[in-house]
């Protein structure tokens, strides 16, 4: 009888502990491999040798000085960088072990499988309606006005976004607050479904309350997307992500655990990025 | 650290924070010292004086906790900095139970002067000694980021607690002896369990140095060998 108590009690805390440790990603699957890839901006080696496992479900933040090619290296992942001619990208990306430069590969499909959310919010001259349903619409993803409506609307309630624009979704996206444009621009990268989101620096035209919203809101993105953001704020990497990695000079100097890169990192210019001792 | 920080202040700061927990622990090197010598010498006024500058150090933890808890709040500290001003947040209240160690020595100095002197006094003050070196040499250790210097006053607690046990037994058996040497036995032998806690509160700076350094925390037992608190003394 007190056997079967004990056990009665015991099973419940070990599930758990095991759903705790699967969330703080104790080895968490790998969605976007990249090995030793090397980027060429005409002459200028801009990215060298950058090895890296984004882990999937996961925010994975890239910090470093500017001009470290951080930025760089987040337009590879989408193949952003095929539109500047004198861009060369060498070595091997993969998402879910598919190499993302293979011929046979669409990029607009990739585009669509990985979206992108940039620093300057950029909305585009439709209605806010307009701005969500153009690209599940050119995608086919939808049937007709219903499935239009109910795609709209759960972007931009998962986008946090749909109470305050509800009523008014035939203005111009361009019309909202800086912060709600952001959020608009994440609820468009995230209706046409992608698996992984490129943030490259998402809150910096933003003030801090729209900074904080932006921030809920990938905590709560994270559980279905996999979310790769360039950041200058060290505040914000340590804020909203499980690993970080340090770019400089076109180097990956280090990468790991986000708690452990901001308390304890192991190479010096980490250390002297991170404390303020060299810009 | 080599390099200096870009925004100067932040420099001057940490060096605020430095100056001021080198100046907490020479306070209270010399308040072990100044105890050990007023026990000695069998010096109330001494051992007054001890009591009240004790406030000093009191205030000095203030200051420094202020002060960190400033730096967190502006300068959002990280790693090797993070690390000094949590430490320096730590260290603050283990260098006020030093110089309150000290105090309460003194306190027990005046009761003891008011009782015939007693014959052990020798133990006594080789503790007293060693317990002051280890507190010199661990804040030394901490203002200089030396984990070696650190770990080898966290070793030689081993041999303060061996003195402590001992001493300890004979203050027992010199009870039992002369029950009229209960009274002055027994504020010795609080005098001498003050010494060991200031050199249990040494090793554990010892550990803060590891962390500020290392960035990890000591886990291992350090070596205690605390049979005092099981001691009996059989009559017979």
Not at chain 1, 31 to 38: F, Y
Not at chain 1, 87 to 97: H, L, Q, T, W
Not at chain 1, 194 to 210: H, W
Not at chain 1, 214 to 233: A, G, K, P
Request: aromatic share 6%; net charge negative.
């Amino acid at each position: 009888m007190t056997n079967t108590a004990m056990t009665e009690e015991n099973t419940p805390k070990e599930l758990e502990v095991t759903v705790e440790a699967n969330e703080t990603s104790d080895a968490p699957l790998t969605k976007v491999d990249a090995r030793d890839v090397n980027v060429y901006y005409a002459d200028n080696h801009a990215l060298r040798d950058i090895t890296i496992a984004i882990p999937e479900n996961h925010v994975t933040s890239f910090i470093g000085p500017s001009g470290c090619g951080k930025s760089t290296f987040l337009r590879c992942i989408n193949r952003m960088n095929d539109t500047i001619d004198i861009c060369r990208v060498e070595g091997k990306i993969e998402i879910d072990s598919a190499d993302i430069y293979d011929r046979n590969i669409d990029v607009v499909q990739l585009r669509a499988k990985v979206g992108m959310v940039f620093q300057k919010p950029n909305p585009f001259p439709k209605s806010i309606y307009d701005n969500i349903a153009y690209g599940p619409r050119i995608h086919g993803m939808v049937a007709g006005k219903t499935d239009t409506d109910e795609l709209v609307e759960a972007s931009l309630k998962r986008a946090g976004l749909w109470e305050e624009v509800k009523d008014r979704l035939a203005q111009p996206g361009t019309s909202l607050s800086g912060g709600q444009q952001q959020r608009l621009c994440i609820a468009r990268a995230i209706a046409v479904s992608p698996q992984v989101i490129l943030m490259d620096e998402p809150c910096s035209a933003l003030d801090p309350i729209a900074t904080a919203r932006i921030e809920e809101l990938i905590d709560e993105l994270r559980q279905n997307f996999t979310i790769v953001i360039v950041t200058h704020s060290m505040q914000q990497a340590a804020r909203v992500s499980q690993k970080t990695a340090f770019f400089h000079l076109g180097e990956l100097v280090e990468q790991g655990n986000t708690e452990h890169i901001f308390t304890n990192p192991v190479d010096k210019r980490t250390q002297d990025y991170i404390t303020g001792r060299f810009g | 650290m080599s390099t200096d920080h870009i925004v100067k202040s932040f420099d001057e700061e940490l060096s605020r924070l430095s100056d001021r927990i080198s100046r907490m622990g020479g306070l209270a090197e010399v308040q072990i010292e100044r105890s050990i010598e007023a026990l000695q010498r069998r010096n109330t006024e001494d051992a007054t004086q001890i009591i009240e500058d004790d406030a000093r150090i009191d205030e000095l933890q203030v200051e420094i906790e202020d002060l960190a808890i400033q730096m967190i709040a502006r300068r959002q500290p990280l790693a090797t900095d993070l690390r000094a001003t949590v430490s320096g947040l730590k260290v603050a209240p283990h260098i006020e139970r030093i110089g309150d160690y000290a105090k309460n020595i003194a306190r027990r100095t005046i009761a003891l002067n008011q009782t015939p002197p007693i014959k052990p006094m020798f133990t006594i003050p080789r503790m007293g000694r060693m317990a002051r070196g280890m507190v010199q040499d661990v804040l030394d250790a901490f203002t200089n980021n030396d984990v070696a210097k650190a770990r080898a006053v966290w070793e030689r607690d081993a041999e303060l607690d061996d003195m402590y046990d001992s001493l300890f037994r004979e203050l027992l058996t010199y009870m039992m002896e002369d029950p009229r040497s209960i009274t002055s036995c027994t504020h010795l032998l609080f005098v001498a369990r003050n010494i060991e806690r200031i050199g249990d509160i040494a090793t554990n700076i010892a550990e803060l140095v590891h962390y500020q350094v290392e960035g990890e925390t000591l886990t291992e037992d350090r070596p205690k060998t605390d049979e005092a608190s099981v001691t009996v003394v059989d009559s017979n």
